[in-house]
């Protein structure tokens, strides 16, 4: 499966952005799709997670209350809904997908395929 992130830009501080994650290649039905995103000279950290049906989310403390992720199978996308944007929120920001759909891990290398990223920079 191939993805595709997109959606990010410069916005100020408390406003709202959503992400979009498409997938091309095979159904995204098959996968469990996360969130991580990676500021420079930080390692990549896992923002938050969808299980394959849609009904389980899993999210860092970091943004929980914030961030929403959804997903619509029908039409292979994944949506990573932000509000209340933070300066520390800003990174690439990357959705991947990986075929185990019982856990939402939080561990980059337990997924599979990874989109090239989208930047959301947040300025106060």
């Known amino acids: 499966v191939q993805l595709q992130a997109s959606g990010g830009g410069s916005v100020q501080v408390g406003v709202s952005l959503t992400l979009s994650c498409a997938a091309s290649?095979?159904?995204?039905?098959?996968?469990?799709v996360a969130w991580f995103r990676q500021a420079p000279g930080k390692e990549r950290e896992f923002v938050g997670g969808?299980?394959?049906?849609?009904?389980?989310?899993r999210y860092a403390d970091s943004v929980r209350g914030r961030f929403t992720i959804s997903r619509d199978n029908a039409m292979d996308t994944v949506h990573l809904r932000m509000i209340a944007l933070k300066p520390e929120d800003t990174a690439v920001y990357l959705c991947?997908?990986?075929?185990?759909?019982?856990?939402?891990?939080?561990?980059?290398?337990?997924?599979?395929?990874w989109g090239q990223g989208t930047q959301v920079t947040v300025s106060s």
């Open positions: 991947a997908a990986s075929p185990n759909v019982v856990t939402i891990n939080s561990l980059p290398a337990l997924y599979n395929y």
């Open positions: 290649g095979r159904a995204l039905s098959s996968y469990t």
């Open positions: 969808i299980n394959w049906k849609g009904d389980r989310t």
